[in-house]
């Protein structure tokens, strides 16, 4: 369960929230299956909209969800022929 940790909505993979575009960067199944799955559940169950909206609201953006910690930029080499 560790791809728990790392699971984000797709900022590339969207068709509505990213939600089916994360599961599938995280997990072994692909986002078109998430999305059938989704639809079935929704179309027979009624919960597939639920579990999407509350996936939608609960899970980070993928951008938040990988943010390296800031670092400062390299000071850039001094110019050629000045005196410092």
Known sequence: MAFLRDLAKSKNDVVIGGVCGGLGAYTPIPPWMWRAAFLVALLFFGTGGLFYVILWIALPDEKSAQAAPA????????????NQ
């Not at 670092?71 to 000045?82: L, T, Y």
């Open 71 to 82: 670092e400062k930029p390299a000071a850039p080499p001094p110019a050629e022929g000045s």
